[in-house]
């Protein structure tokens, strides 16, 4: 197995630089390759100094598709919603030009909704970039352990690409790209911060158990290059 490549940076903005830097390489050869390319982001505090990073690099904005790894199951109007706070952190400047297709679907049940959005998700597919974040119990995107539904979300025989999950002890349902989904990209970058999140990390990647952990999942597989990007 090749361990993630680990990139540390002084502080969260020169993360964020960097990250931006790396992500722009990689839908610019998207873009160059196929005339479009599709990032993933996800949802949380830390994207917050990337997205300012991302959104005021030049590129081909209106031919970058951009979706998001998981979303709470509240409207967009909702200050939880991850489509919100993707709208009005990346989608302006430059990015405003960025075509974002979102999970949220108005007035359906979250169960029901799975297979719209897995179509929504599939048209999307091969992503260039998928950027996930992780919690400080592991998870990544919506992949909370002892969550029921984790062991078919992580299952790469199976053919979902998105999932609704009821995670233990979190305000609201979700809707989560299965693991299936997250690995369909050219690379993946972990995005983490802090003492705590670098523990967790360490953790995950020898102990391989994603049903303790399941950004394990992401780690240990061969199929993606995953870089980790990492600061104090
Ligand atoms: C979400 C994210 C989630 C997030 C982690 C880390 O919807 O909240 O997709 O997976 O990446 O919970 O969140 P922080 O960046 O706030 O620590």
């Known amino acids: ?25 990689c839908l610019e050869d998207g873009l160059d390759a196929r005339g479009s ?36 199951w509240v409207a967009p109007t909702d200050p939880d919603s991850n489509e919100r706070f993707v709208r009005e952190n990346l989608l ?4 405003a030009l960025a075509n974002f297709t979102g ?4 007035g359906s049940d979250i169960n029901e909704a799975q297979h719209v959005c897995h179509d929504r998700i599939a048209s999307l597919m091969p992503f260039d970039c998928v950027v996930l974040g992780m919690g400080s119990d592991g998870h990544t995107a919506s992949l909370f352990p002892e969550t029921e539904g984790l062991n078919d ?7 979902d690409l ?40 360490d953790y995950a990647l020898v102990d391989r158990a994603p049903e303790r952990a399941p950004v394990s999942a992401v780690l240990i597989q061969e199929e993606t290059p995953v870089s980790v990007y990492w600061c104090a």
Not at 3 to 12: G, M, R, V
Not at 92 to 95: E, G, P, Q, T, V
Not at 153 to 159: E, G, I, N, P, V
Not at 179 to 200: M, P, Y
């Open 1 to 25: 197995m090749t361990a993630p490549e680990f990139i540390a940076a002084e502080d969260p903005l020169a993360l964020a630089e960097r990250l931006a830097d790396d992500v722009v390489l």
């Open 37 to 72: 390319a599709s990032l993933v982001v996800s949802g949380g505090s830390t994207p917050l100094p990337f997205f300012a990073a991302l959104r005021l690099r030049p590129l081909d904005w209106k031919h970058v598709n951009i979706t998001l790894a998981d979303e709470r």
């Open 92 to 95: 302006k400047d430059r990015a």
């Open 103 to 106: 999970l949220y679907i108005d």
């Open 153 to 159: 979300a992580l299952d790469l025989a199976r053919s």
């Open 162 to 201: 998105c999932r609704a999950m009821h995670p233990k002890g979190v305000a609201q349902a979700r809707m989560t790209l299965t693991l299936k989904a997250l690995l369909d990209s050219q690379e993946i970058a972990v995005h983490i911060t802090g003492d705590e999140k670098r523990q967790v990390y």
